[in-house]
Every structure is written in structure tokens, then in C-alpha cells.
């Protein structure tokens, strides 16, 4: 798993060389914190229509949010499953902390991370983050330190 910075090309690159792209899915629209688009935390960025078109001023997006991508969207061994419209989730690495992986979990689906086969799944990164000695979150919360507890799943 990559944990480098990319560019917008990047993105674009990697995501079409493994078929995977945003389609219908906004939600980094929705979790992420995006300022610089006036968006409030918590709420759908003002310029995003989920479902219906997504990102309204894509052309003029804000840096960060060319910049973007989450975990799934341009790495392969990231499962099918993971699809953050389906999976209510999006795993990623932090902005300028690249040594963490965070898990965002849609508000109005809090447990669906102890769900299977995401549980399952959680405990394996867990084991590969506290090996290279990186930091997990789920939703702010630091889950390495209780990687046996997850890969107990
Ligand atoms: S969460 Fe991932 S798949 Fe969904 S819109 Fe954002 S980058 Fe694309
Ligand atoms: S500016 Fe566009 S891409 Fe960025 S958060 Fe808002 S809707 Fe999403």
C-alpha cells in the first residue's frame, strides 16, 4: 500500500489502471474537512450534489480536493467491498501524515466498521500498521494499540 502524496495525473493514472473510479460516490465530499470550500465538519460541502453530478465547480476545485484520494480509489489490494458508497466508509492516509491510516465512518452507519468482512479486514491493516510502525484510526480513535483485540475477529 502507497502511502506517498499524489498528484492529480497520479490519481487519475493509477485509478484508471485498476478500473476504479468515483462514479456516484461523493462521500469525501461529505467527511473530509474541506475549508477551503467553505465546508462546515460534519456536512456536505455546499458545492457537492450527491447522486446528481457531485462536485458543482470540479474544474475550480480547491487544491485539496485535487489532491484527494481515498485508499480504495487507487490501490488494488484495497477489496472491492471497500467502495465507500457502499461501504458507508472511506480508509485513506492523513494530509501531511503519512505514517496514518484513518478509517472515516459515515455518521448514520457508526458500527458498520465492526461489521464483516470490514472487521476482518481492519485487524489485517492493523497488524501491517503496528509492523511498519504506523498509527491507525477509525474515526479519530487510535486502534493500533488494540490490533489484538481486532485480529481476534
Ligand atoms: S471517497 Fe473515494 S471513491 Fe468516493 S468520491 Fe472520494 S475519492 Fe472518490
Ligand atoms: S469542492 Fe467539490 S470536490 Fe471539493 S469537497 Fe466540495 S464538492 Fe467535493
Redesign the pocket.
Known sequence: MTQTPLTEQDIERRSAAIGRK?GE?????LLLDVREAGKKDGEWCPHCKPGKGGCMIYDHRPHRCRG???A??VNETIPEHW???KSHM?LDFAKGDPATLRVHVHPDHPNRWQEQPFLSDIGKLVQWAVRCRFKMLIDGNDVTLEGKNLDAA
Open positions: 468515483c460516490c461523493s462521500l469525501c465530499c484527494y484520494a481515498c480504495w480509489l467502495y465507500p458508497l472511506i
